[in-house]
């Protein structure tokens, strides 16, 4: 699972007191949400992390039942010791499943919220594939088709974004301007500190914007 140092430097990270760093649940949870905040989570994305916390316990149970023998315990036949692992690999096939429904879960809520940010943040930006087909122009609307969260990590979310972007572009002189109304496909990369997931790195934020239909 997740290195321990990248679970410690999260917010909502505790240490246990009967444990030496982040323990199993701790690094599973880490997986899921990475260093989102629970404000964020309950603020934003509507997800309790009270509801992590007990989707991965029965899971973790199970694990430890299947893998724990206890000292009566005595697996004498072959038969008994392939039973013993193959509870014991279900077990634990049956937790990262439910890690991964649980991340799946925090990443879909995760890009629906942003893309209304993604857009705002966008929409101000000068994107040079435009300024190569017209010296002035206005960006409109801002249309997000695929949000996508590439990473969760500890400090930092990746995202990608694709879609169309509509503008103006400007062309003829002072007395007889001539507008072009346009959309263009785009795809945007770009990343934010994980505890403020809306505050986009605009230095870290690439757009390209596909124009060549309108060189055709």
Known sequence: ???????????????????????????????????????????????????????????????????????????????????????????????????????????????????????????????GELDEISGRYETGGVLIDDPEILSVEADRIRCRFTGSISATLMAGGKHDPVDFKESFPFECTTSAPATAPEDFDLADTTIKVDTSSWRE
């Open 1 to 127: 699972m997740a290195p321990d140092a990248d679970v410690m430097r999260c917010q909502w990270f505790k240490q246990d007191k009967n444990v030496e760093g982040p323990t199993r649940r701790q690094r599973a949870l880490y997986t899921c949400r990475g260093g989102l905040t629970d404000a964020f989570l309950k603020g934003k994305l509507g997800i309790k992390p009270e509801m992590l916390h007990s989707a991965l316990g029965p899971a973790f149970q199970e694990l430890n039942k299947r893998t724990h023998v206890r000292p009566e315990t005595e697996l004498k036949t072959e038969e008994e010791i392939e039973e013993f692992a193959e509870n014991a690999l279900v077990a634990l096939d049956d937790l990262f499943e439910t890690i991964d429904e649980m991340k799946d879960r925090v990443a879909t809520a995760l890009s629906r919220a942003l893309s209304g940010a993604a857009t705002s943040a966008f929409i101000n930006q000068t994107i």
